[in-house]
Nanobody
Framework: QVQLVESGGGLVQAGGSLRLSCAASGRTFSLYARAWFRQAPGKEREFVAA????????YYADSVKGRFTISRDNAKNTVYLQMNSLKPEDTAIYYC????????????????WGQGTQVTVSS
């Protein structure tokens, strides 16, 4: 059974940093791109960042570009999200997922979502 476990969230002041981790078990995703998404209260889940299977190419939403860095360790089947210069609007539950590229240039997650990790940024 595939399981995704996100961790590293918490409460931080604006301008602070957090590092999220997403460990996968039950299946290796080393040959798939992986991504982070987030869902703020009352809003739809949105794309945050993606990384190619090799880790050589990364993609970011405009809202986080220059502040967040996605990375991965295929040996550990884990993907990370380093978040710097956090803003109150980054407050959300963060989820990771393996993804495939979609016809419209975006990323389509597949499989089941994990429980996510809550990130709260105070002003």
């Amino acid at each position: 059974q595939v399981q995704l476990v996100e961790s590293g969230g918490g409460l931080v002041q604006a301008g602070g940093s957090l590092r999220l981790s997403c460990a996968a078990s039950g299946r290796t995703f080393s040959l798939y791109a992986r991504a982070w998404f987030r869902q703020a209260p009352g809003k739809e889940r949105e794309f945050v960042a993606a990384i190619s299977w090799s880790g050589g190419v990364t993609y970011y939403a405009d809202s986080v570009k220059g502040r967040f860095t996605i990375s991965r360790d295929n040996a550990k089947n884990t993907v990370y999200l380093q978040m710097n210069s956090l803003k109150p609007e980054d407050t959300a539950i963060y989820y990771c997922a393996p993804v495939v590229s979609s016809d419209n240039g975006g990323w389509d997650p597949f499989g089941s979502w994990g429980q996510g990790t809550q990130v709260t940024v105070s002003s």
